[in-house]
């Protein structure tokens, strides 16, 4: 699908998002590599890109949206977050499951599915509603934010996610703010 210049890099972040999908569901049939191998796989790129172009959407894209009048309330950017939130847990379990030596199926083929699903979501519904609605100076702007958002040193990767490895670790500490255990 053809994307504005301005919002392109959200869909090439997606290709990429589609290629770790449908690893994921072969691994989870026993078509694919195995599922340790698919876990790590994906806990890699979630660390490297997709919890990066996660925050460019809820940093860049939905404030410039909110300052040029689009409407955030409607299903399908509720529904977007939403989804940020389920594939945000799914990967949170399946660095759970690795550091137990455990990876199920059920969790590679469910965290795949989403993962489409929310690209289909984006690239469908979404993205083309954000060309349609906002002027060209916004999606300009966009742009102009992903650039500043990539250059600044925090922006890799969300705080909990973890800089190497794959194990997510409860965050700032386990449990609580003072860093209390989980009781698991």
Not at 114 to 128: K, S
Request: aromatic share 6%; proline share 6%.
């Amino acid at each position: 699908m053809k994307r504005h210049p301005d919002l392109r890099e959200f869909s090439d972040d997606h290709h990429q998002g589609l290629v770790n999908a449908l690893r994921l569901k072969r691994s989870a049939s026993g078509e694919g590599v195995a599922p340790e191998e698919a876990a790590v796989a994906f806990l890699e790129f979630w660390r490297e890109d997709t919890s990066v172009h996660f925050r460019k959407e809820e940093e860049v894209l939905l404030p410039v949206m909110a300052r040029h009048g689009g409407d955030l309330e409607e299903g399908p950017v509720v529904q977007m977050l939403t989804q940020h939130a389920r594939i945000r847990g799914l990967a949170m379990q399946v660095s759970d499951e690795l550091e137990q030596g455990t990876v199920r199926g059920e969790t590679l083929r469910d965290l795949g599915e989403q993962l489409e699903a929310h690209i289909r979501l984006e690239e469908r519904v979404v993205f083309p509603r954000v060309e349609e609605d906002l002027p060209e100076e916004a999606l300009h702007e966009v742009a102009c934010r992903l650039e500043a958002f990539g250059a600044a040193p925090a922006a890799r990767s969300e705080p909990w996610v973890p800089a190497e490895g794959t194990s997510y670790e409860s965050w700032p500490g386990p449990g609580d703010s003072e860093g209390g255990g989980w009781d698991r």
